[in-house]
């Protein structure tokens, strides 16, 4: 695997690919030990108004960049915040929790703090699982969130709850999951086995039966 560091203003953004859970660990807490680290940043998503949100999961904690002024916090609690990800108009903000089974969404208000926040999304797991590996997150243009997990990509409706799971090659936990509209693809990307792709018409097609079936 690989690991790449970038800092701010003692923030430390921690990217790359390890081969298992306990590796990403084992970093996380060796960047936390370096004097004068004062978090360390799982992931990130920037809005049109150029604000940042970021997921410090050592410290369980989501912190807010605005443009031109200085990072805070805006929630505290959950048990380990990772994925973050804006609804398509950007009034809700979505975190995923990688050990527990419901991630979470926030209303965004006009000076960028997070209210309202509530359970929302129910990841299924793995049989005798004890964490969901709720991890990076996707939104298509109708609103459906899709979150990388253990399982696979879990495909939730705008109320939350799953409709499909699109199963992971080689059964292994997924570390993120993007669209790319122009080759008309998801991407699964593990630690461990790189980019996978599913042709994007399928998966909706699949999505669209599966709704059908559950009305």
């Known amino acids: ?38 978090s360390t940043v799982n992931d990130l998503a920037v809005n049109v108004k150029g604000d940042l949100y970021f997921t ?3 410290n369980k904690k989501i912190w807010l960049l605005p443009k ?10 959950i048990e380990s915040p990772n994925g973050v990800l804006f609804s398509p108009d950007q009034t809700l903000l979505y975190v995923s929790d990688y050990v527990g089974q419901l991630s979470w969404v ?18 299924h797991m793995p049989d005798a699982a004890t ?20 399982l696979g990509v879990q495909v939730f409706d705008q109320i939350g709850k799953c409709h499909a799971i699109i199963p992971a090659p080689q059964r292994l936990a997924l570390s993120n999951v993007e669209f ?13 086995t790189g980019r996978s792709f599913f042709n994007l018409g399928m998966a909706r097609k699949f999505m669209q039966t599966m709704l059908v079936g559950d009305a």
């Open 131 to 150: 964490r969901s590996s709720s991890d990076g997150m996707a939104v298509d243009a109708d609103g459906r969130v899709y979150i990388a997990t253990a």
């Open 68 to 77: 031109g002024g200085s990072p805070r916090v805006v929630d505290e609690g």
């Open 106 to 123: 926030f209303q965004i208000q006009p000076d960028g703090s997070l209210t309202h926040k509530q359970k929302y999304f129910y990841a």
């Open 1 to 38: 695997g690989h690991v790449n560091i970038t800092s701010y203003n003692r923030m430390v953004l921690i990217t790359g690919e390890v081969p298992a859970e306990a590796d990403r660990v084992a970093v996380e807490q060796a960047i936390a030990r370096i004097e004068n680290v004062r």
């Open 180 to 192: 790319n509209e122009k080759k008309r693809l998801i991407m699964m990307k593990s630690a461990t």
């Open 56 to 58: 410090d999961t050592a």
